[in-house]
Nanobody
Framework: VQLQASGGGLVQAGESLRLSCTAS????????MGWFRQAPGKEREFVAAISKSDGSTYYPDSVRGRFTISRDNAKNTVYLQMNSLKPEDTAVYYCAARLSWTPAQIFSSDRLYDYWGQGTLVTVSS
């Protein structure tokens, strides 16, 4: 599967942004999806994950309550709604996909994902 992320940009602290990640192919609904980010000089960080079909989600403490991951399997797209953005959210955001065998599987480790999008830059100014 090929992934195309979009929606990044420059915003001020406190504002919102929605990222999209569209997948090619007809089996998008077979994949659990995740979002990760990488800031300059830092390791890639888990941001959000969603199961392939039952709506299960998971977030780290750093974004829980501010970010929401969702998906539309009919559109082959996963979204990341980011609210109350902070300067420390500045990073390149990547979407990722992993074939999943159960409706509720979600994955927070980047090592478990098989496919990656090209990344979209989010810059939050103070």
């Amino acid at each position: 599967v090929q992934l195309q992320a979009s929606g990044g940009g420059l915003v001020q602290a406190g504002e919102s942004l929605r990222l999209s990640c569209t997948a090619s192919g007809r089996t998008f609904s077979s994949y659990a999806m995740g979002w990760f980010r990488q800031a300059p000089g830092k390791e890639r960080e888990f941001v959000a994950a969603i199961s392939k079909s039952d709506g299960s989600t998971y977030y780290p403490d750093s974004v829980r309550g501010r970010f929401t991951i969702s998906r539309d399997n009919a559109k082959n797209t996963v979204y990341l709604q980011m609210n109350s953005l902070k300067p420390e959210d500045t990073a390149v955001y990547y979407c990722a996909a992993r074939l999943s065998w159960t409706p509720a599987q979600i994955f927070s480790s980047d090592r478990l994902y098989d496919y990656w999008g090209q990344g979209t830059l989010v810059t939050v100014s103070s």
